[in-house]
């Protein structure tokens, strides 16, 4: 019997903290050994001339999650197992829905069903959009028994957003037992009453999406969550930050040593609202909706603000907040027609695919970040915040082997059939990259390479998160009261 199942061969092995050039060997699934030459392996993947990167681990993604009238969303575990490998990235945290009116323990096991079916190793987020006594109380202990340690609130949207008051009743049950809390910051009240003002004053395209939620709606509801948070001691994660506003706030909170970390998204290092200007013959105006997120994108300078803050470790996580809506069909961008006025169209982009290629070009090769930088924002630091380390997103004896064997010097053009997703468009249509994964390696076996996944559905883990030190509460209260204690 061989020492070793799978040996990766002569490349360059990156890591958040330093690069170096080393064999990695592999048995049972994990990585065994880190040398400079390794034999006596079943199989030999030669590395030369590429970089063997740890696995992508995109913290913020929706898949199959289903909807209060029976249907599911677009983007299923399996079709997205199969985006995340072609892009490199081996796990994920998505998202259990709740409906208002509902409790959370019977989605949550329906969606873990789901997840098994799929390819790509998960864990989830709990989205909290009823903050009653029935989910926080009488069925949350038991999803944390079984792994949960993040929830995840909407501060805007109807029929998710919450109040304060609700807003607090989730921080506090969070910090009873132990989890961590993201927050989706935008003001409600603000963008309803832009919108109602826009939509008066016949201004319905789908430009003026971003009109209707300015930067300042943004940057108050971050303010506001992160002070409430403060109030509770209560850590959390600020979701999908689009401008230099909202960094500050979390810049100024992190000064003050209170545990807040920030996320953005390559929609926010690339796009720019001029996108959802943009019109054609066969769709007018609605071409626009391609592009179509919240927050919104910005502008090009805002798009440097953000790659600062990201430079600077204020901002330490990207996701792909994939969020997919198909452009062509009945039941996706159009679901409300084609002539449907902004706040009516869905929001979310597509990205599981093209987070990593995207970073890779934009960031590394145009020398805004370092390389060890690009794996700390897409590997290592969202699995060390997920409670996923030290097994996903490092290079280290012991962990899962979780890598991507990536040509920095491919040059791609990026279109929607390399994105692999269900979703029937990509907004990065056309946009040029100079990095590529060629080989995907999920727990020690190829499930992709040259672009075709070799996964089979079904192989996906469920990764249960037991409690861990880096959420932990500071333990700093208001006149030492404690108003949630541990559970």
Known sequence: MAEYDVVVRGGTVVGAFGTTRCDVGVKDGRIVALA????????????GGLL????????????EEQMPDGSVIEESFETGSAACFAGGTTSVVCFVQQWKGHGIAERYWEHKRRGATGMVDHAFHQIITDASDLALEQELPALVADGLRSLKVFLTYDPLHLDDAQYIRVLAAARRHGMLVTVHCENYHAINWRTEALLKAGLTAPKYHSWSRPPVVEREATHRAIALAELVDQPIQVFHVSCEEAAEEIARAQARGLKVWG??????????????DRSNPQDGPFEGAKFMCSPSPRDEAEQQKVWGMLKRGVLDVVSSDHSGSSFHNSIGKAAAGRDANFSQIPNGIPGLAARLPILFSEGVVKGRISLEQ????????????????????SINVGADADLVLWDPKKQVTLTNPLM???IDYTPYEGMQVTGW???????????????????QPGTARYLPRNPYAFIAPRGILSNDFDAAPPA
């Open 36 to 47: 400079e030459r390794l034999t006596d392996a079943d199989t030999v993947l030669d590395a």
């Open 52 to 63: 063997v990167l740890p696995g992508g681990v995109d913290s913020h993604c929706h898949l």
């Open 263 to 276: 996320e953005t998204c390559p929609q926010y290092l690339t796009l720019t609202a001029a996108h959802m």
């Open 374 to 393: 690009f794996v700390a924002i897409t590997a290592t630091n969202p699995a060390r915040l997920m409670g996923l380390a030290p097994r996903k997103g």
């Open 420 to 422: 692999q997703h269900v």
């Open 437 to 455: 994964p060629v080989a995907t390696l999920r727990r020690g076996e190829v499930v992709m390479r040259d672009g075709k996944v070799q996964a």
